[in-house]
């Protein structure tokens, strides 16, 4: 029986570790054609609802010189995660920059903490 070759997985320039398995998707930034560049942000899952889609929410403060305090903010970002990743709601994400996939979506997940 002939073994099933494994897809070779590309160099996407940013030192993560590569998914294990591998897919078909051309958005995958290591099994496809897609490149990375610009911003990596780091944030959890808070919905997998749409298909090879995630939101990711990053948490961060704010300083109000007025009151000189801190009020706690979050950010949500779309974010294209192949089927490769195998990521859940409430995993750590690591997600990168890429040109726009959809009318929202423009970052491409990279890794799972």
């Not at 940013?14 to 591998?22: D, G, H, L, M, Y």
């Not at 990375?36 to 889609?53: A, D």
């Not at 706690?72 to 040109?99: F, L």
């Amino acid at each position: 029986m002939a073994k099933k070759k494994e897809k070779e997985v590309r160099n996407i320039g940013i030192n993560v570790k590569p998914p294990s398995e591998s897919c078909n998707d051309r958005n995958c930034p290591f099994h496809g054609s897609l490149s990375v560049r610009g911003q990596i942000i780091t944030g959890v899952v808070s919905s997998t609802k749409m298909r090879n889609s995630i939101l990711v929410k990053k948490d961060y403060l704010r300083f109000i010189p007025k009151y000189e305090r801190y009020e706690r903010r979050t950010s949500k970002y779309s974010a294209h995660c192949a089927p490769c990743m195998k990521v859940e709601v409430g995993d750590e994400v690591r997600i990168a920059e890429c040109r726009p996939i959809s009318k929202t979506i423009s970052f491409v997940t990279i890794e799972k903490l």
